[in-house]
């Protein structure tokens, strides 16, 4: 079986976890708390070892690991990857959260101590007037309410484009809800799903593009929801220099092909000036801030890339572009069209991008059913889904 989040680990079962890494004691903590109807029965270091319902198996830097992914079908084993490297992922909130967690049929965070953890987190700034601890206005469409109103009429027709009742109530959370009814949506969710897997059929997925990768925390999860040899374009400027130790074991697995891309994706091909972030990350977002270094580098069309590397065939398309999704999605009209692709596109690096690109996409493609789901507790990591409705594929809410 694959699980991607704690609260997928059925309830009732008894489970063990393969080897007795850091990251596997930090993976059973985190059960505990959110899972404490199920039953631990301890590290285990034989792969043929079935004394749980579930055995679960999460590093693969552990020695006959990686074996145990041509298991996956099997309930007795657990293919379980953690989501390093995400900021926003139950991983990283759990450091600051586990301990403040209500369990109880459902996960809760009183807000007093969400407003504890936002600023252990980095997320609260000081007033410019008073000095007082304030949140950051960037962070909360709803703070945006000039630009939400020069953008209504698009808004509107993204509202009724969008295909579930889950997707238009986050979107209007979103663009009008107050910060605590974010905070709250979070807790909800962060320990259910991950960016990016929800609502696509990935059992339909043997070409992926995948757009902006950085550390590639859900390469892992690409690994464990593809088809076996499957191809995976990971298309960045940095490669796959940055990605971290924990993931490179799973790329490493043969599972599913990686192809290296060393460029960046936007609306011509060539070369762009990009800036480098502060954590090293690629970023258009940052490139009128005075005193950030820039670099230059090559630069194609997702529609030139695709017709060289793969013509005819592209299942899914995800994009986190850091601010270039715009560009990239403009230089693949054709793609879309012709290929039909699933879909996995940020839409919240620019306020107004929550906008324009669903309203760009619902136009040209429309007959894909849409869907909505947001993964931080302020307006950031919004994915916007999109399903093609000749496959057949209709979730109600979550894959």
Known sequence: MIIDAPLQLPGQCSYAIFGDT?????????LAVVRP?????????????????????TDLSIPGAAELLGQRDLQAVAIFPVPLGDYWSYWEFSKFALERLTVNGEILVSEQNMAEIQGEMGRVVADPETGAPSLRNSSYLSMQKDQIGEGIDKILEVFEGLSDDASRENFSLLLTSPPREHWKHYVARAYANIQYFDYIDFSRCETVLNGGIFGGYELPFLVARLPVGSTVLNVDPLGHDPLTEYVRPWVDSNIVNFV??????????????????????????????????????PCRTIDSLVKEICPGKLDLLKLDLEGADQMAIAGAVETLVKNRPQLALSIYHFVTDFWEIPHFIMRLLPDYDFYLEFYSFERWETILYGVPRELGHHPSQRN
């Open 37 to 57: 109807e199920a039953t631990f029965l301890g590290f285990r270091s034989d792969t043929n070892d079935r004394s749980a319902d579930h055995l679960i198996v």
């Open 22 to 30: 850091e990251i596997c004691r930090r993976l059973q903590e985190i």
């Open 260 to 297: 290296e891309h060393r460029i960046a994706l936007s609306d011509y091909d060539g070369e762009i000036e990009i800036s480098l972030g502060v954590d090293g990350q690629v970023s258009i977002t940052s490139n009128a801030t005075e005193g950030i270094e820039t670099s230059f580098f």
